[in-house]
């Protein structure tokens, strides 16, 4: 379907605005003093996105991950600092080539349907990730290029090999949920659900599609990670999180009481929770590639770099964000989040809001002519490009800043942007096929590995590579940056990647950076954020304050 629109809304927004974005800071925590933690209780948890799938090794969606964390865990877990700390691991050793990796495995571990977690149960679920039968083009997709075997050397040993040297190995390796060898059997697999069990210290009771995920808490938990709040069993007895995808409802039920925190809130809602002392606000920017727009190489009038780049000087992407969000956003400008120590600065301001020179592009690309209603043409076609989104990505008010994007792409430009959301389906055969102008975008890995999913080439590891962008000088950074330890140097490369990627091919504009923010009732105590990745953590360290 095609976006609506309201000509006095867009005509605010499309305007200039002269005030910067916010930089946001990594998390803001509320002030309340907190008492000593106490057992039990409910608590309900209103969500914004629905998933597509409740098997953490298939879903697709950032945002869903704070559900499934209560259920499924990883051999290692990270610290603020990126540095990895054991998990259902107890440690681990890198060979002296860099391509043998040896876990050694807790042995006081059980999945929730009373399978022991053991060197086979990894092992089982390496190979499965690695099989496209099962995890088709997404699951770990950098996992499979570099996975050469697994082996378990003895019950709580597993040897894990890789075919050279890859500097993000662990990074895959802590993001990789473990299931139950029993769950691969049962018939609601790739579905997920109460079947697919997990070692978490929540169980998936319960889904109500599109409504309600329950989760029990896991009696016998006893393996939290070091970078947790505490040890030993969840506090609360249970969680439901219910799902409402617009946040003036999520709001609503979070003022009348209906529900006891919310994620995601729009720059309205927040000003107006966080001035609130009946309530707790915090936030923080996730890691990962900005919400961008990739640009198509391959298909339509974005082929011609100098459309390309006419998108990317011709709109103003700060003035929008700023009066869409209220300054509750962070303007983006590179290829992955500026809290990422690979992130190069020097492209900020470098780009953007300059119609004059976009025009002379598409001027240049013979786009001079116009149509009665205003739009460029050539040899009597108009310059019309398609943009699709997800629906199930479609949040944050991101619907709102395509509509604006839209409306200043035919003001300033004469560009129709024809912006479309669609459902799964219809997303993937675009994506298959490649007949598509732009496709928006954003995801949460870090230590570069959002980069590779976006720039790496198309079928081989680049499952997010949009702009279907196939320059050879890509492939070379990419490689040169995932066989050295040297941060400086992987910086510098990314940021020669990043300058010809968005400055001179202009391959993709980015819009803003995500983050997530969590209001609550005071009441609500121990409330995290994940280290690191900086999205909300699951509910293990929650409590209610009596």
Known sequence: ????????????????????????????????????????????????TPPTTLNPQLNGLDKVVLVLRNAYESLLAQKPDG??????????????????????????????????????????????????????PYGLALLSPHFTGVKALDAHTVEITIDEPYTPFLTLISRLPILSPKAFDKPDARSGGPDVAGTGPFILRRYVKGQEIDFDRNPDYRWAPSTAGHQGPAYLDHVIYRI???????????????????????????QRVRSDPDYTYQHALNTGTPFSLFLNTTYGPTQDPKVRRALLEGIDVTGLVQSIYRGERTRAWGITSPIDPLYDRSIERTYGNNPTLANTLLDEAGWTARDAAGYRTRQGARLSISLIED?????????????????????????????????IGTWYEAYKSGKYGVFANSNTPPDAIDIEYHWLLFGQGGVLNLSRAAAPELGRWLQAASHTHDTAERKKLYGELQNFAIRQQAYALPLYQPEDQIAAAKAVQGIRFRPFAQMPENAYDIWLKK
């Not at 540095?83 to 990796?101: E, H, M, N, Q």
């Not at 709001?251 to 927040?270: F, M």
């Not at 709102?400 to 912006?419: E, N, P, S, T, W």
């Open 83 to 136: 540095s990895f700390v054991p998990w259902l691991a107890t440690g681990y050793r890198i060979s002296a080539d860099g391509k043998t990796y040896t876990f050694t495995l807790r042995d006081d571990v059980k999945f929730s349907d009373g399978t022991p977690f053991d060197a086979q149960a990894v092992s089982i679920n390496l190979q499965k990730v690695h099989d496209p039968v099962y995890s088709g």
């Open 391 to 423: 629906q199930a990505t479609l949040r944050d008010d991101r619907g709102v800043l395509l509509q604006a994007i839209q409306a200043q792409a035919r003001q300033r430009l004469g560009v129709d942007l024809q912006v479309q959301v669609v459902d």
């Open 1 to 48: 379907m095609t976006l609506s629109s309201s000509a006095t809304q867009l005509s605010r927004l499309v305007s200039r605005c002269a005030v910067p974005a916010v930089i946001l800071l990594a998390a803001v925590h509320p002030g309340f003093a907190q008492s000593a933690p106490v057992s039990g209780g409910t608590i309900t948890w209103a969500i914004e």
């Open 244 to 270: 409402l995808p617009e946040s003036s409802v999520r709001l609503g039920a979070l003022l009348s009481g209906q529900v006891d925190l919310i994620e995601g809130l729009s720059g309205n809602d927040a």
